[in-house]
């Protein structure tokens, strides 16, 4: 429908999950616009933190797909399966991401919105190491998560085909994931004396590579338990998804103060479990029956584009018609998320799609 493409194998559960997630995202960073008005109590109920549902679903997927590959060569990854690999990636976050970063710098540059092109280089954005260890502030601020699936990309695969010469991949994914998960805490251990805010905490804790790679190889070991335990898998998929939820309201309500323990360590952690027990169960329901599925469906397709450009809108109405949204009241809000889809819709035929295709054929 209007030239997206819904690919008759896509897992409705999944599809659902990475929705929610988009909508989540796209909320947080426009409630603004309902200050003052019927809905402003939307802004008050504590959403999930999209970001940490697509890390979560792509250590999944990509887990998924390379495990099971190892696993049908004896535990080695096929070379040639990983040069592919790079290069779908390539052809899947690029251009996209590429494409939304020269507009951001035109448009700080011409004074559209605002923002600053000169407190870390261009080279930084365009190799994937503006928050590698360190922060970055004050431009393309939704790049963050992107470098840290990059890095994902780039090192499980190698990782997994370099242990997978000595060590089979149902010892080998595991280690992976204590590893990052030992290396994430003691990054934040390491760097919490410079959240001294809420603005740092986030730039130093909750946006950088170092501290969140763990997340991703949450959903890794959920496509390990997939691939090994495939009976514990569905005995337990209900069971899990409540876990989940339960852990995830834990989450939500225990209070989050700066210079806690549980804040500056653990909290950045345990949200990407509750999202991991989440999995089995949403994977069950493999074709929707719901109504909805057709919305759903074309929402996920679309997210990746939603992604790039819903706080690129938010931007330019801040600076250019802040008054006018605020006018609309509730309105504005909607208003919003209209731009954004089409904005977005405009991306993915341009950009995204195209690149998909020639994906295809690789």
Request: include cysteine; proline fraction near 4%; hydrophobic fraction near 55%.
């Amino acid at each position: 429908m209007f030239g997206i493409e819904i690919d008759s194998k896509r897992i409705f559960g999944l599809d659902l999950l990475r929705a929610i997630a988009i909508i989540c995202v796209v909320h947080v960073h426009i409630s603004f616009l309902l200050e003052n008005t019927p809905l402003e109590f939307l802004t008050n109920i504590p959403w999930p933190h999209g970001v940490e549902m697509f890390f979560v679903l792509s250590g999944f997927l990509i887990g998924k797909s390379l495990i099971s590959n190892a696993h049908s060569h004896d535990g080695i990854l096929d070379k040639t399966q990983v040069l592919s690999f790079y290069k779908r990636v390539m052809m899947r976050i690029l251009p996209n991401y590429y494409a939304i970063l020269l507009v951001h710098y035109i448009l700080v540059r011409i004074q559209f919105i605002s923002g600053d092109i000169h407190a870390f280089p261009m080279w930084q954005f365009a190799t994937f190491t503006q928050n590698l260890f360190t922060p970055f502030y004050g431009f393309y601020w939704e790049s963050w998560s992107l470098s840290v699936q990059w890095w994902f990309y780039i090192l499980f695969p190698m990782m997994l085909w370099g242990f997978g010469r000595w060590i089979h991949p149902k010892i080998s994914v595991p280690f992976l994931y204590l590893t990052f998960l030992l290396l994430a805490i003691i990054y934040r251990m390491t760097v919490c004396c410079n959240a001294g805010d809420h603005f740092w905490w986030g730039v130093w804790l909750e946006k950088t590579v170092a501290s969140r790679l763990d997340a991703v190889f949450t959903g890794v070991l959920v496509s390990w338990v997939y691939h090994y335990y495939q009976e514990q898998w569905n005995k337990y998929a209900v069971a899990s998804f409540m876990a989940g939820i339960a852990l995830m309201v834990m989450v939500s309500v225990i209070p989050r103060h700066i210079g806690t323990f549980y804040y500056n360590i653990l909290y950045l952690t345990l949200g990407p479990t509750a999202i991991a027990l989440w999995i089995p169960l949403l994977y069950r329901y493999k074709r929707g029956k719901t109504p909805l599925k057709g919305m759903v469906a074309h929402l996920s397709v679309l997210s990746y584009s939603i992604f790039l450009t819903n706080l690129l809108v938010a931007y330019i109405i801040v600076a250019q018609c802040p008054e006018t949204f605020r006018n609309m009241g509730a309105w504005g809000y909607i208003v919003c998320w209209i731009w954004i889809l089409a904005v977005s819709y405009i991306l993915y035929i341009v950009v995204e799609r195209p690149f998909m295709k020639l994906r295809a054929r690789v």
